[in-house]
């Protein structure tokens, strides 16, 4: 007989306490950042039908969800506006009585542990839908810098830790560094969004901050999902920039930008599992297709397993629940 191998991978399988303890990849709620949504108003909670589970807040409303998220141990809450009006330049966006400088104040009051992460972008904001000014049909790259670092300011003057662009406008990480700076906040950090994609799994969201665009699309500036030498490129000039964290998005279907990410600089590697990801995993999880708590474990594990030192993802308090 053929002497059967000395090794057996099954040893270390046979009890779930074994493959608990060697497992290679571990999950830490204080890794997950859970985006929310933020109107004006009070005692508002609107479903967004496209990412059950997800609602348009107000403040106060939110102060609940931020306190569940801080006792779950998840590590960050990151914040996107839904203004009451709209303009060509997005002037929303800096109001420091807008819904996300609100929302920043009354979290570091109520979820103190709450690393607090604000999104700079324009889509929200501008009544086009665009991620900056628009000219002649065509984003106006360099008159669109200054107007994002209006806004990154209005959120570290109103308490927010992270600084996170989500553009893709060349130039805006020695801009916003800058103007951060200027206004005395050195301290606050830039988690940058250097690889991102225009991609179809952004669609949930754009319910969610009630953004469509009036003609055109976002590829002149998000990158062409499949370019892959482009996203080392982008990565390190941002790092060069200032980037104190870079971002790659979405996560799942660009788990090898993220390793390529990983291995490229030492600078903390963020991923955005977004909408469109949780919500196919919601849907086929309602359908009875696949079990849902696991697949969204299995495909939390897969991003970090990737290189991912953080995950901003809508399964935050649900994946930090579920580890306890």
Known sequence: MTAFPSRRGRR?????ALRRQFAETRLDPAQFVLPVFIVSGTGVSR?????????????????????????AGVGGIMFFGIPDTKDAEGTSGWDPAGPVPRAIESVAAVA??????????????TDHGHCGVVVDGIVDNDATLP????????????????????????????????????????????????????????????????????????????????????ARAEVLEDV?????????????????????????????????QVSGEFAMIKAAAANGWIDGEQVMMESLTGIVRAGADVIATYFA???AEALK
């Open 112 to 125: 103190p542990e709450l690393v607090r992460w604000a999104d700079v972008c324009l889509c929200e904001y």
């Open 47 to 71: 479903p967004i039908p496209s990412m059950p589970g997800n609602n348009q807040m107000s403040v106060d409303v939110l102060s609940e969800v931020a306190r569940r998220a801080q006792d």
């Open 317 to 319: 308090v649900d994946a």
């Open 240 to 272: 060069a920039a200032g980037a104190d964290i870079v971002m790659v998005k979405p996560a799942g279907p660009y788990q090898d930008i993220i390793r390529q990410t990983r291995n490229t600089v030492d600078t903390p590697v963020a991923a955005y």
């Open 147 to 230: 107007l994002l670092a209006n806004a990154a300011v209005a959120y570290a003057n109103a308490g927010a830790q992270v600084i996170t662009p989500s553009d893709m406008m060349d130039g805006r990480v020695t801009t916003i560094r800058d103007s951060l700076d200027s206004a005395g906040h050195e301290s606050v950090a830039m988690c940058v969004h250097a690889v991102k994609y225009a991609s179809s799994y952004y669609g949930p969201f754009r319910d969610a901050v009630d953004s469509s665009l009036e003609s055109g699309d976002r590829r002149s500036h998000q990158m062409n999902p499949p370019n892959r030498r482009e």
């Open 12 to 16: 270390l399988r046979m009890t779930s």
